[in-house]
């Protein structure tokens, strides 16, 4: 099946469950994901929590997708709209094992560098932020990531703004270049699992 042929729509408050137990499953053996929540009861008790972070945001302001009533979600956080982000270092230190603090921190301090590399290069021109998108693991490979991508990246292309996302599965990087995003490093402190940001530019 192509993209064209799954059924996406903008997820309302009433989807915040059907969001959240996706991108649970389908995060469930992410790597840098699971470098945070190592062991099982870890991620079953943290990561709703720090998807929330930026889902809330994200559902509020209507940029939260859904596919196929539950098989896949993705949230963005469109141009003006934060997260939580004072959340994410308390959930960090909470469920993190302490040795790997240190490496998460530069992590951090990396993400923080590409911020300001974003900022001095694009200025205060408009950016969708991919925050999260994933797929039930029974159903990957036909096709759902795509139409999610689709589907945010069209509301992109009709605002005339850029788009940025962290790939945090190398296997993944290349799916985002054939929608237009290219690297803008690789984000890997010590023995963290390799984060790429990537940007696709403003398309009018």
Same mark, same amino acid.
């Given at each position: 099946?192509?993209?064209?042929?799954?059924?996406?729509? &903008?997820?309302?408050? +009433?989807?915040?469950?059907?969001?959240? +137990?996706?991108?649970?499953?389908?995060?469930?053996?992410?790597?840098?994901?699971? *470098? &945070?929540?190592? !062991?099982?009861?870890?991620?079953?008790?943290?990561?709703?929590?720090?998807?929330?972070?930026?889902?809330? +945001?994200?559902?509020? +302001?209507?940029?939260?997708?859904?596919?196929?009533?539950?098989?896949?979600?993705? &949230?963005? /956080?469109?141009?003006?709209?934060?997260?939580?982000?004072?959340?994410?270092?308390?959930?960090?230190?909470?469920?993190?094992?302490?040795?790997?603090?240190?490496?998460?921190?530069?992590?951090?301090?990396?993400?923080?560098? @590409?911020?300001?590399?974003? !900022?001095?290069?694009?200025?205060?021109?408009?950016?969708? *932020?991919?925050?999260? &998108?994933?797929?039930?693991?029974? !159903?990957?490979?036909?096709?759902?990531?795509?139409?999610?991508?689709?589907?945010?990246?069209?509301?992109?292309?009709?605002?005339?703004?850029?788009? $940025?996302?962290?790939?945090? %599965?190398?296997? %993944? @990087?290349? /799916? *985002?270049?054939? $929608?237009?995003?290219?690297?803008?490093? @690789?984000?890997?402190?010590?023995?963290?699992?390799?984060?790429?940001?990537? /940007?696709?530019?403003?398309?009018?």
């Amino acid at each position: 099946m192509s993209a064209g042929d799954y059924t996406v729509r &903008i997820a309302g408050a +009433a989807d915040a469950d059907a969001v959240m +137990a996706v991108l649970q499953l389908a995060f469930a053996t992410d790597p840098p994901m699971r *470098y &945070i929540f190592k !062991r099982p009861q870890a991620y079953a008790a943290g990561f709703r929590r720090f998807a929330e972070a930026t889902g809330v +945001a994200s559902l509020k +302001a209507g940029a939260a997708w859904l596919a196929e009533d539950g098989a896949a979600a993705a &949230i963005w /956080l469109p141009p003006g709209v934060e997260g939580d982000r004072a959340a994410v270092g308390p959930l960090v230190q909470e469920f993190a094992p302490p040795e790997r603090l240190p490496v998460l921190a530069k992590v951090g301090e990396a993400m923080s560098r @590409v911020g300001e590399t974003l !900022r001095q290069a694009h200025g205060d021109a408009p950016h969708w *932020y991919l925050s999260m &998108i994933g797929v039930d693991p029974m !159903r990957q490979g036909r096709g759902l990531g795509s139409a999610l991508l689709e589907a945010g990246l069209a509301r992109c292309d009709a605002e005339g703004t850029m788009a $940025y996302l962290e790939s945090s %599965n190398l296997k %993944n @990087v290349p /799916l *985002y270049e054939r $929608y237009g995003f290219a690297a803008m490093e @690789v984000i890997q402190p010590g023995d963290f699992p390799p984060l790429t940001p990537m /940007l696709r530019p403003a398309r009018r």
